[in-house]
């Protein structure tokens, strides 16, 4: 139905009602899934870091990536390193590299105000993408 299903994974633990919709709509519809990470780099004093390191973000995009082969879902994870304000935005160029129909993120259930203050990857995506975003709540019914 789509062709590729790109779902945005964070440590934050809201990726995992993500992952566990796009793996019902993958089974349904048969799609391919790019799991897909940003490790935000930091500026600071004009020397970029970051609060994570590449073997745990590998770590991260492994463990959803097997628990979607194991259910039979063809699964493949990218990471990319961005500024942090830049997630969205490279949560969709993979998704338009990969000629993807979805783009799914979870969201954090932060109020419209704190999003606005603080980013949201959801919502830069809803905004931003020329392709349909899912957004999965926390907890759904």
């Keep these: 139905m789509f062709g590729t299903i790109v779902v945005g994974v964070d440590e934050s633990g809201h990726a995992d009602h993500a992952v566990q919709t796009v ?11 790019v799991v897909f990470h940003g490790v935000v780099v930091h500026q600071a004093k004009g020397s970029p870091f970051t609060t994570e390191s590449r073997d745990e973000a590998q770590h991260l995009v492994d463990r959803y990536v097997a628990r979607l082969s194991e259910a039979g879902i063809s699964a ?18 993979v998704a338009l ?39 999965v709540p926390e907890k759904t019914a």
């Design 76 to 93: 493949t994870g990218e990471i990319h390193r961005e500024l942090e304000i830049g997630i969205g935005g490279g949560l969709i160029d």
């Design 23 to 33: 793996a019902k709509i993958a089974t349904e519809t048969k799609d391919k899934v």
């Design 97 to 135: 590299s990969h000629q993807a129909g979805l783009i799914v993120v979870g969201t954090r259930g932060r109020s419209d105000v704190a999003a606005m203050m603080l980013g949201s990857v959801a919502h830069e995506a809803v905004h931003k993408s020329p392709l349909p975003v899912l957004v």
